[in-house]
Structures are given as structure tokens and as C-alpha cells.
């Protein structure tokens, strides 16, 4: 039986259909997505991940490897091991906060996805990108690897749907950590908003100003001491 005569046969048995496991056959393709963007403190973080295009008939576990945004925080962890534990190749990156304010958060999440790029350990033939914009990407091994930017694409593609899930872990581990070493900070709620502009960070704002870890030039903290 062929790798493709098997992935039908155990999707026709699984209670959910996977995600594409690339765009191109025959192409080593990396996924590329960030986490943290959106968020009004803390760094912007990044994963690349390249995933097997075939898997044992008994593993069902990439099956339920989606957008991070649609996967329970215990889940996530679960999915973070076996993604680390399954990938062909991964590679985490972040720019911190002076980063963000200076170059600007679309600027800086290019930074991080590079940076992610970065640490894997081969060259590949293309990038799957979320979103609608990246920048070309030069190797370490002197390659600029082609590069597909897809709207919505944690939610198409199994590898960016994995690296969302591991520069979601990334980030909200790097949160947590920072709580644990001042948790003062957290009169803002960052345990459960992790850094997003809900009510209570807002209001945390207004009561009490802003930290070292806000990024001063995003809306809600311009002009706030």
C-alpha cells in the first residue's frame, strides 16, 4: 500500500480530517507563524516547523494539530511535546520589547520568524508563511528558500498550525516566567490575558501606568508613565 493509500485510509478512521501536509510534493517546506503580536506587552515570538508528510497508521496525534487560537491550553502543551518530539526540524525566535518599539511590530515579527529560520538545521525549498506579507529570508547556508505567504494558514496548513502552537507555548511560558520572578506584575492579569488588551489589563493600566515590559508605542500605552 502506498504512504497515500495509508494517510486516506487513517483519516477515513480518525474523527477529525488533518490539515494539508504541504503545498508541494517532493519540496522540504518549513511553516512559519508568530504569537504575541496583537498583545500590548513582552516580546513577539515565532516558530518554523518542519512536519513529517507521512505518519505511522497508529499515530493519530498530528490529527489534532491546529491553530493554536482553537486549542485548549492543556491541549497545546500536549501538542507542544509531540510537535518537538515528531518534527522533522524546528526553531523558536523572539524580538524583545526595545525592538518592538523601535523598528515597529510588523518589522519586528519578521525579525523573529528569521531568527526562528535561523535554527533549523537545513536548508529548505519553501516557506509557508501566515499572513500576507514576509521578507525574503537568506540562510545560514546561503539559500533564500522560496516563500508562500497564506491568509489564514494555521488553519490549512499542518506546519504553520504547529509552529502557532509552539510560539504560542514559547510566549506564554516566557509570561508566566516573568510573573513567577515579579508577581506584582501581575495586577494586570498577564496569567490569563497573557499581555492581550482585555478589561483588566486595561484598567490595570489606568490604575497603576506601565512596566518596563509594555511596548510604548502601541496605543494603549503611549504617553502612559
Excluded at 24 to 38: F, I, M, P, Q, W
Excluded at 95 to 103: C, S
Excluded at 124 to 144: A, H, Q, S, T
Excluded at 204 to 210: F, L, Q, S, T
Aim: aromatic fraction near 8%.
Amino acid at each position: 500500500m502506498s504512504s497515500s493509500s495509508k494517510q486516506i485510509a487513517v483519516t477515513k478512521t480518525s474523527l477529525k480530517v488533518p490539515l494539508r501536509l504541504y503545498m508541494n510534493s517532493g519540496e522540504l517546506e518549513a511553516g512559519v507563524d508568530e504569537a504575541g503580536r496583537g498583545c500590548l506587552m513582552g516580546r513577539v515570538y515565532a516558530a518554523a516547523v518542519v512536519m513529517p508528510t507521512t505518519y505511522p497508521e497508529d499515530d493519530h496525534m498530528y490529527m489534532e494539530i491546529r491553530d493554536s487560537k482553537k486549542v485548549s491550553p492543556a491541549k497545546r502543551k500536549r501538542l507542544e511535546a509531540y510537535i518537538k518530539d515528531t518534527a522533522v526540524t524546528f526553531g523558536i525566535g523572539y524580538a524583545d520589547v526595545e525592538e518592538i518599539d523601535t523598528l515597529n511590530i510588523y518589522q519586528a515579527t519578521l525579525k523573529a520568524m528569521h531568527r526562528a529560520l535561523d535554527q533549523l538545521d537545513r536548508s529548505m525549498d519553501r516557506l509557508l508563511v501566515d499572513g500576507d506579507r514576509f521578507k525574503p529570508y537568506l540562510d545560514k547556508f546561503d539559500n533564500y528558500p522560496s516563500y508562500s505567504c497564506v491568509i489564514r494558514g494555521d488553519g490549512e496548513y499542518l506546519s504553520i498550525a504547529a509552529a502557532s502552537i509552539l510560539a504560542k507555548c514559547a510566549r506564554d511560558d516566557y509570561v508566566l516566567e516573568l510573573i513567577e520572578e515579579c508577581p506584582e506584575i501581575d495586577l494586570y492579569g498577564w496569567k490569563n490575558n497573557k499581555g492581550y488588551g482585555t478589561k483588566q489589563h486595561m484598567e490595570g493600566i489606568r490604575k497603576h501606568g506601565i512596566t518596563v515590559y509594555h511596548r510604548t508605542t502601541f496605543g494603549p500605552c503611549k504617553g502612559v508613565m
